[in-house]
T-cell receptor, first 117, second 113 residues
Framework: NAGVTQTPKFRVLKTGQSMTLLCAQD?????MYWYRQDPGMGLRLIHY???????AKGEVPDGYNVSRLKKQNFLLGLESAAPSQTSVYFC????????????????FGPGTRLLVL | DQQVKQNSPSLSVQEGRISILNCDYT??????FLWYKKYPAEGPTFLIS?????DKNEDGRFTVFLNKSAKHLSLHIVPSQPGDSAVYFC????????????FGDGTTLTVKP
């Protein structure tokens, strides 16, 4: 199993450009998450999904959109990149809650480093 | 208002000694707590967890203690090894929050040989 993979690993954007970050998991997990991590800070939740076709806002959703068209994929879009979106982005997945209470572990991808100039 | 706090940004210990990392939380609805370990240029990986019905969970060199009344948990690493040098994140989750976890800001542990 590859686990959680993220594409690309690194990207440089100019202010105003758009891009999509791809997250894929092969563990048949129901729930998926997008986080950003800034220096000296923890992981802040951007958006999440509790199943195919569903998405919800997290703690810091402004400037981002997401889609979950297939269970295994969770896409994060930046429509008009800003320097404040320079960060490392992590995707994570976990089993759904039903019958899995106690299996709280999230499985993370290796991260995408984004620099917006 | 930060619901999960790790008040020590960094910790340095000598190889073979005990490392103690601390975490405080404010939300009494949290009922599951986890520690993740993160190496540079990698994603966080799960280390150890504890349910709110327990006060201690042990896995090899790693032990997590939970004090519900104080809303405090700690991670003990004994003995510490240079390979343990990493950023450690404390996380908390609750039954009603759609499987989401709230993370602390992390503590950078450095184990000196």
């Amino acid at each position: 199993n590859a686990g959680v993979t993220q594409t690309p690993k690194f990207r440089v954007l100019k202010t105003g450009q758009s891009m999509t970050l791809l997250c894929a998991q092969d563990m048949n997990h129901e729930y998926m998450y997008w986080y950003r991590q800034d220096p000296g800070m923890g992981l802040r939740l951007i958006h999440y999904s509790v199943g195919e076709g569903t998405t919800a806002k997290g703690e810091v959703p402004d400037g981002y959109n997401v889609s979950r068209l297939k269970k295994q994929n969770f896409l994060l879009g930046l429509e008009s990149a800003a320097p404040s979106q320079t960060s490392v982005y992590f995707c994570a997945s976990r089993p759904g809650l039903a019958g899995n209470r106690g299996q709280e572990t999230q499985y993370f991808g290796p991260g995408t480093r984004l620099l917006v100039l | 208002d930060q619901q999960v706090k790790q008040n020590s940004p960094s910790l340095s210990v000598q190889e073979g000694r005990i490392s103690i990392l601390n975490c405080d939380y404010t939300n009494s609805m949290f009922d599951y707590f986890l520690w993740y370990k993160k190496y540079p240029a990698e994603g966080p990986t799960f280390l150890i967890s504890i349910s709110s019905i327990k006060d201690k969970n042990e896995d090899g060199r790693f032990t997590v203690f939970l004090n519900k009344s104080a809303k405090h948990l700690s991670l003990h690493i004994v003995p510490s090894q240079p390979g343990d040098s990493a950023v450690y994140f404390c996380a908390a989750s609750g039954f009603t929050n759609a499987g989401k976890s709230t993370f602390g800001d992390g503590t950078t542990l450095t184990v000196k040989p």
